[in-house]
């Protein structure tokens, strides 16, 4: 046993020495006395800076203090080019003499910052980047432009679907805060891709980057420089990275520009929530203990007062309000989740029908599907409804994720009486004007199988545009031009043969 242990004691201080042993290659002239006394720290010769996104590639050290607030960290992550023009200088002190408008924008950012300077760290992209929803939209997620744009980061509808943003009955992605970051952000880093400059990519985000390229096309092609300020492009882009210039040179120095940002703490500001079961928005709230508007504004996507688990199966919620969200609904025995599910519309209706089929009032279903006035519901059309008490299956994922609500105009109608021709029958005047015979039937009391006699009135319910041209369809101009002149008020389309109830 003591032979043994000798050995084990020799072979530890032969891997000691081992582990000491330095060669040339292994340290600086300025450590080779370290290294001769077996000491293997090396230290920096110079002082700590922080860590950035462009040098965290690079291996550099790391500053050992953390970003006092988030707005810390946005500087210390700012790697695009300056501008430095007349424009910028416009705009900085446009937004400087604004100290309002400038609370109210940091302020309401303050809920979906930290998120996306999280995400533009962990892509290695610019941290300036996270200050663009300010001049998009002022970080509004609710904000629609007059060309449709919606969102915080202002996606058109087409752009918003090429970057897998659903935009359904339910739910509009453009506005949802996880969704539409991530898209913007695989937007940006793909315009960058194609121009290789930040500058032409926002250009390129703002006007579309085929005007971009053919803007850099026109310059190539005359000899001339292709750079941002060298394009020639309209107002709004050639205003829009001078705007994004001022804000980060304000936030980079807001006492130089006489503003006070607000505290942003530099930590998340909401989590996301596992939904697995359709929930009533109300019900989430209440179970969080939040208001129902705060838990919009981290939501905003959601069109209906029912969260689809199979299309949204996650929410966002303030971040000391999720536990006590996910502690509540676990010990939820009150009854069903959700009020509302999707009923298919399975023909052609008016809203007046459907909300007969559905159990609720005409008005109720207008409001809560958004149905505009004068218009039927086509088949097909994704409509929110109560749900029963006794329903147990939730709204299925391709419902959730496609349904869409189509309309069609009203068919306005209008009572008038045309004249039978020789031979003329039910069937046969119900085809002229494109009606069914048992309308025809019952609008003149008879038999689907009657017979009209020559020059015999015959009422009708047309449509407006059909009872101008009823005229040249009957025998007879003169008797059917006195018997359109007796026509009664307009009326809507109706079903049956019953009149409808005229619109007021």
Known sequence: MKILHILWLASLLWLTGCATTSTPSDTTSSDTSQASTGATAVYPSGPLSPITAGTAKGRAVAGIDAPSDLWDRIRRGFAMPDLDTDLVRDREQWYATRPDYM???????????????????????????????????????????????????????????????????????????????????????????????WHLALAAYNWGEGSVARAIARNEKQGLDTGYTNLSMPAETRMYVPKLQAVKNIVADPVRFSTELPL???????????????????????????????????????HRPVILAAGMPQILLPWDNAQVFRRNLEAYNEGQYASWTVWTVPSTM???????????????????????????????????????????????????????????????????????????????????????????????????????????????????????????????????????????????????????????
């Open 103 to 197: 609370q109210r924008m940091t302020e309401r950012s303050s809920k979906y910052l930290f998120h996306i300077v999280e995400e533009l760290e962990r892509r290695g992209m610019p941290t300036e980047l996270a200050l663009l929803p300010y001049i998009e939209s002022a970080f509004n997620p609710q904000a629609v432009s007059s060309a449709k744009a919606a969102g915080m980061w202002q996606f058109m509808p087409a752009t918003g679907s090429y970057f897998d943003l659903k935009q359904n009955a339910f739910r509009d992605d453009r506005r949802d805060v996880l969704a539409s970051t991530r898209a913007a952000l695989d937007y940006l880093q793909k315009l960058y891709g194609m121009f290789g400059d």
């Open 350 to 504: 008016s809203v007046s029908a459907a909300a007969q089929r559905a159990g609720m009032s005409e008005s109720e279903l207008r409001q809560l599907n958004g149905i505009p006035p004068r218009m039927m519901i086509k088949a097909g059309s994704a409509l929110m409804v109560p749900r029963a008490a006794t329903t147990r299956a939730d709204v299925s994922s391709h419902v959730a994720d496609n349904g869409q609500i189509a309309f069609t105009p009203e068919i306005v109608t209008r009572r008038t009486t045309v004249r039978a021709g020789k031979r003329d029958t039910v069937a046969s005047i119900a085809r002229r004007y494109k009606v069914s015979a048992a309308d025809v039937a019952d609008w003149n009391d008879l038999k689907a199988s009657s017979s009209f006699k020559a020059g015999e009135r015959v009422v009708m319910y047309l449509p407006m545009r059909l009872t101008a041209t009823a005229l040249s369809h009957s025998p007879g101009k003169r008797q059917a031009g006195k018997a359109i002149a007796q026509t009664a008020k307009a009326s809507p389309a109706r079903k049956g043969g019953t009149p409808a109830k005229r619109k007021r």
């Open 264 to 302: 942003i703490e530099n930590h998340p500001y909401f989590q996301s929530v596992e939904i697995t079961r359709d929930i009533d928005v109300s019900l989430v709230a209440n179970l969080a203990g939040i208001r129902e508007e705060d838990f919009r504004a981290l939501n905003p996507s959601l």
